[in-house]
C-alpha cells in the first residue's frame, strides 16, 4: 500500500518527540499546522518533562498571542524556575508569526522582541504556537535561526493507522485492518478543504469504543459513530447514483438538506468531485498512473483512489452530460424556476 502522506520528510510530532527523549529540545520552539491536536500534545510531553508537576503553576506559564505584550513576554521569560529543571512559557495563537499585526506589540517592541528572542535565559523553553505562518517576517526568520520550527500538518497514513490502533489498544479493543482503513475513509480526515482534525477523530474513536461492546471494533461501529463530513456525503451519494441505488442518493440528499446544509455549497462539492471523476477518467485513458494524477490535481491519494472507482461506471461523454446537469441546476435555482430540493430530485432522476 502506498504511503500516502501529505507532508514531505519526517512529522514534526515524530521529530519533537525523539528531541525530548535525548533531551535535544532547543530553549526557543515554534508550533504550527491544522494539527492542534498534536501540537496541544507535544506542549503537555515538554511540561511533563522539564516542569515537576507539583509546582507547574509556578514554572509553566500561558500567555494568550492575540492579547499578550512584550513586558509579559520578557517577565515571564526571566522568571526563574522553583524547584524544576525549566521554566516553559507559552504564546498561544501568537499572530505576528503569521505577519498579522498585533496592537499590543508596536513594530518597535516586534523588533526588540526578535532581538530578544536571541539571548533568551537558558532555563527557559519559550513555545509560540500559531495556525500559520509568513517566513518572509523578521520574527519568523529569527526563530527559524535561534530555535526549532515545527509544522504539525496532518498524519501520514501509515501513522494514522498507527494512532487508531494504538488508541483502541489503550481501551482493550482491537480492529481489523480493513475496519481501519473504513475509518479513514469515512472520516474524510484526508479530503481537500475539510476541517476534520484529529480532534475530530479522537472524538469519533472514544464514540466507537463506547459503542462496541466486544473486543473487536466492527463496521456496524464505524458507521454509527464516525462523524465524517460533506465531502464524504457527496462520495456517499456518488457511489449510489453509480450503482443504480436512487432511493439511497435521495435519502443522503433529504438529509443534508434537512440538517441545513447549503444546497449551494452542496452543489459547488457535487460538481468539484464530478469534475475530479471527469479528469481522472481522461488521465486514465492517457495512461497516467495514480501517483501523477494526484500530483497534476494536486489532492490527495485517497481521493483519486475513491473517485477512480467511479470512472468504469461512466463513459467521458456521460460525465461530461452529468457536469452540465449540475451546472444548470444552479441557473435554474437562481433564477427561480426550481425549488433547490426539486431539482436536485431531478437531477438524481435523469442519471
Known sequence: MANRSPNRGEHAYKRIDKEIKSRSVKNLLFFYGNEGFLIHWAVDTLVRQYVNEAYKEMNFSRLEGTAVTLEQIINNCETLPFISEKRIVLI???????????????????????????????????????????KRKRLFKTVSE????????????????????????????????????????????????????????ENDIKKAIAYNEDTHIEAESVYN??????????????????????????????????????????????????EIVLAIKEMKEEGKSFQEMHEILGIHEYRVKKAAMFTQKYTISSLRKILQKIYNIEKNIKTGLLEPTLAFEIFISEI
Open 225 to 274: 459513530t464516525i462523524s465524517g463530513n460533506l465531502d464524504t456525503d457527496v462520495f456517499a451519494m456518488i457511489d449510489s447514483l453509480s450503482q443504480s441505488r436512487k432511493d439511497e442518493a435521495y435519502h443522503i440528499l433529504h438529509n443534508l438538506l434537512a440538517s441545513g446544509e447549503n444546497e449551494f455549497r452542496l452543489l459547488a462539492l457535487l460538481a468539484s468531485q464530478f
Open 146 to 201: 535561534q530555535g526549532s520550527v515545527y509544522e504539525f500538518g496532518k498524519l501520514d497514513e501509515r501513522s494514522l493507522r498507527s494512532y487508531i490502533e494504538k488508541r483502541f489498544s489503550e481501551s482493550g479493543k482491537k480492529a481489523k485492518p480493513s475496519v481501519i482503513t473504513q475509518i479513514i475513509e469515512t472520516s474524510g480526515y484526508y479530503d481537500r478543504d475539510t476541517d476534520y482534525s484529529l480532534y475530530n477523530l
Open 92 to 134: 498561544s495563537d501568537f499572530k505576528l508569526m503569521e505577519g498579522i499585526k498585533n496592537k499590543y506589540v508596536s513594530d518597535e517592541e516586534e523588533k526588540l522582541l526578535a532581538a530578544y528572542l536571541k539571548q533568551l535565559p537558558e532555563y527557559c523553553i519559550l513555545i509560540i504556537t500559531a495556525d500559520s505562518t509568513d
